[in-house]
């Protein structure tokens, strides 16, 4: 999720679990815990994009990190806040909690997270978009409440348990969302006739009411989409799949890995005397654009007999355009 959503998630389980003991101290490391998990951006810094690419949302975000590195930060707090009440022990309980929390509510999103490190076993159920307003808002507006509260007073606790209810509970309903979603998609699919491999499904950006799919065939893609709000059937639009164009740089290392990232989900494309590999699972820009860009490409540039990827950076203008067209697509065909 967004760092404004780990923020607030871990302040709100800092709040329960130690806001007794050291009121809005509590809030304040637990938002340190819920942003230290995503420091594995810095990848990006000191390794080529594919590495990067691995390494984020690996081992910071696994059960693993969160065991090892709770009772390291909870004796660096205690040593900053030696007059507190709160004790080495109150202090890694606390981390702990605030560490892997943000890895489970990431598990909920497409990208998914290695929560079991060191097995190669990404967990991403794909019910909640990176930033869903409708999820963090509410919490962040309970949290704020609950600030303003007396430390010892039974409404702080009741506010930021609300908080936590609340938001859980609409975690809960996006997979009932997500459910119906994906038989509505099948039964599009059978209605139509298609004969398919495999299919996705994940919100569109921003909410749980506008719905994607994608759909494998033997050579191509179909993506589609559905709101709660269509009154006409879903369609499907279809994209080749083109992956013969890799020819040698398919036994590429730096492919195999990208296909790998990608689960498979992934199109090949040309432009002028450059490969363009674009990952599936994360859809398009403009599904309406008759040549969309995918939110993901990268450039695959053969280098000096190096191989080199590149993601394809995307304009401002782009993402207005998206939004622009999103909120119109929400309300309905």
């Keep these: 999720m967004d760092s404004l959503t780990q923020i607030v998630l871990g302040s709100a389980v800092g709040e329960a679990v130690l806001g007794r003991k050291v009121g809005n101290k509590a809030m304040l490391y637990g938002a340190i815990a819920g942003t230290i998990p995503d420091l594995d951006v810095i990848a990006n810094y000191f390794t080529d994009t594919v590495t990067a690419i691995e390494v984020h949302r690996g081992f910071t975000h696994s059960i693993v990190f969160a065991i090892l590195f709770a009772p390291v930060f909870g004796w660096l707090i205690s040593k900053i806040e030696k007059r507190s009440a709160a004790v080495w022990q109150d202090w890694s309980w606390l981390m702990f909690w605030g560490l892997f929390t943000h890895p489970i509510l990431d598990a909920f999103t497409t990208w998914g997270t290695q929560l079991f490190w060191p097995f190669d076993i990404r967990v991403a159920f794909k019910n909640i978009f990176v930033i869903d307003p409708l999820y963090t808002l509410p919490f962040l507006i309970f949290l704020i409440l609950a600030m303003r509260a007396e430390r010892d007073s039974p409404k702080r606790r009741r506010l930021n348990n609300l908080g936590l209810i609340v938001s859980s509970s609409y975690l809960v309903l996006s997979l009932v969302l997500k459910g119906i979603t994906f038989q509505k998609f099948e039964n599009a699919l059978q209605e139509q006739g298609y004969e398919y491999l495999q299919i996705e499904t994940k919100p569109a950006a921003l909410n749980t009411i506008l719905w994607t799919a994608n759909v494998e065939l033997k050579d191509a893609y179909l993506i589609g989409d559905y709101s709660f709000f269509d009154s006409k059937p879903i369609s499907f639009k279809r994209y080749d799949k083109n992956h013969h164009l890799l020819g040698e740089l398919e036994k590429e290392d730096k492919v195999q890995r990208l296909i790998k990232i990608s689960n498979g989900w992934y199109i090949i494309s040309k432009q002028e005397d450059k490969i363009l590999f674009s990952d599936l699972r994360f859809g398009v820009l403009d599904i309406e654009n008759e040549d969309p860009d995918f939110v993901f490409t990268y450039w695959l540039n053969d280098q000096n007999e190096e191989l080199v990827v590149e993601e394809v ?21």
């Design 313 to 333: 950076k995307r304009k401002p203008a782009e993402a207005k355009e998206l939004l622009l067209g999103l909120g119109q697509r929400i309300l309905g065909n």
